[in-house]
């Protein structure tokens, strides 16, 4: 158990639908990552947030937003869904934001659209 | 095109043999990180490498990261099907963006 909590665990929704994937960072961990996972992908960073900013981007898409809450939970929000978007998405979080920050992931979210 | 690329993709050896599985890229990192992904959890992580020509050992498993900082190497050394998972490598590029590589799938026959 890496103390990083995820919820659901599994949804599943339909094209053009809106979603809202929620994390729970380690307790004082201050930065929290999002990815995605798909087979023909692999693991792709989406964007980071340190204390509640936007510490870096990657590979998001503009349909994808996210934001963390001065309780420094975070939340993924997906929207006008479309098929390619089923994967697993996970959140990481670290300390801090430097190069030999560990992350630890948690258990993932799996979102099937149909 | 992935920023990271892993190979081989798939590896399937019998308990005992040895292993290595390789992390390249034409872009420098600032730090390089291995981890270990088992199916339906989230990737744990095994080390960290940020020197160029670091080599680091965690019981049989021995990492090393390339002078150039743009390549690494995972060995393992006497597999166990305890072993099996996905390994991943991740790199750090332009502070903080993170690609990760398609991964290793390896599978441990006792």
């Known amino acids: 158990d890496s103390g990083v909590t995820q919820t659901p665990k599994h949804l599943i929704t339909a094209t053009g639908q809106r979603v809202t994937l929620r994390c729970s960072p380690r307790?004082?961990?201050?930065?929290v990552y999002w990815y995605q996972q798909s087979l023909d992908q692999g693991l792709q960073f989406l964007i980071q947030?340190?204390?509640?900013?936007?510490?870096a981007k990657g590979n998001i898409l503009e349909r994808f937003s996210a934001q963390q809450f001065p309780d420094l939970h975070s939340e993924l929000n997906l929207s006008s869904l479309e098929l390619g978007d089923s994967a697993l998405y996970f959140c990481?979080?670290?300390?801090?934001?430097?190069?030999?920050?560990?992350?630890?992931f948690g258990p993932g979210t799996r979102l099937t659209v149909l | 095109t992935q920023l990271l690329e892993q190979s081989p993709q798939f590896l399937s050896i019998q308990e005992g043999e040895n292993l290595t599985v390789y992390c390249n890229s034409s872009?420098?990192?600032?730090?390089l990180q291995w981890y270990r992904q088992e199916p339906g959890e989230g990737p744990v992580l095994l080390v960290t490498?940020?020197?160029?020509?670091e080599v680091k050992k965690l019981k049989r498993l021995t990492f090393q990261f390339g002078d150039a900082r743009k390549d690494s190497s995972l060995h393992i050394t006497a597999a166990q099907p305890g072993d099996t998972g996905l390994y991943l490598c991740?790199?750090?590029?332009?502070?903080?963006?993170?690609?990760f590589g398609s991964g290793t799938k390896l599978n441990v026959k006792p």
């Open positions: 990481a979080s670290s300390v801090e934001s430097g190069s030999l920050d560990t992350q630890y």
């Open positions: 307790s004082g961990d201050l930065s």
């Open positions: 947030y340190y204390n509640g900013e936007e510490r």
């Open positions: 872009s420098v990192f600032s730090s």
């Open positions: 490498v940020v020197t160029g020509g």
């Open positions: 991740a790199g750090r590029y332009n502070f903080n963006k993170f690609y």
